[in-house]
């Protein structure tokens, strides 16, 4: 359990910093009260997380050598993806990123009443952080690691680390949004996927049945 736990929380926080969520809380949180966008991001990054789980769950009626290969190959693929894209950036701010961000809360505003209710604020948030999520390289890392590890612990680690990222983007997101260098970023997620993919490997010779 404390392994998937770390590995989730590892994943999610170093993964998520800077990414579109990030950016979506850091945006709503200039505009609407702090607590109500807190409360929207994390509903919807931890269901977001339970479903990904139950999704990785599901991969464990497979035979567990399929599971294990695969894993290894989803993270070496995303590793090595991330640092050649992380290669060729620029070294600037993640503006690609917080644009995508601006786009889809002003997509969602024009939907929106002049004086929203706390509900809606909530709602509003949790709905662009969901879709935002829905697809992302975060959650199909977060399948892969709940077919291998337990998946208790990867459930926690994932939500505490959203809810760190989150935190960090509705409390302080404003100042450092500016500072966070998305080549850093891809650099440093690529890096932590191949840091799983090389346990991955290590593990195969200690499974009974995997070789």
Known sequence: MFEGFVAGLLLITISELGDKTFFIAVIMATRQRRSLVFIGAVAALAA????????????????????????IGLFLSFGFNLLFQGWRMADAPCDAVCEEAVAAIA?????????????????????????????????IATIGLAASKDAIGVTLGAILGHAICAAIAVVGGKLIAGRIS??????????????????????LGSEPGIA
Not at 48 to 71: C, D, H, K
Not at 122 to 138: K, M, N, S, V, Y
Not at 189 to 198: I, R, S
């Open 48 to 71: 977001m997380t339970v479903i990904s789980v139950l999704m990785g769950q599901l991969a464990t009626f497979f035979p567990p050598q399929y599971i294990r290969y695969a894993e």
């Open 107 to 139: 997509q969602a505003e024009i939907q929106m009443v002049t004086q929203p209710t706390n509900l809606a604020i909530i709602l509003q948030t949790f709905g662009l952080t969901f879709l935002a999520e829905w697809g992302d390289r975060t959650q």
């Open 182 to 203: 998305e080549k850093v970023l891809t650099l440093t997620g690529g890096a932590l996927f191949l840091v799983f993919a090389l346990l991955a490997i290590a593990n």
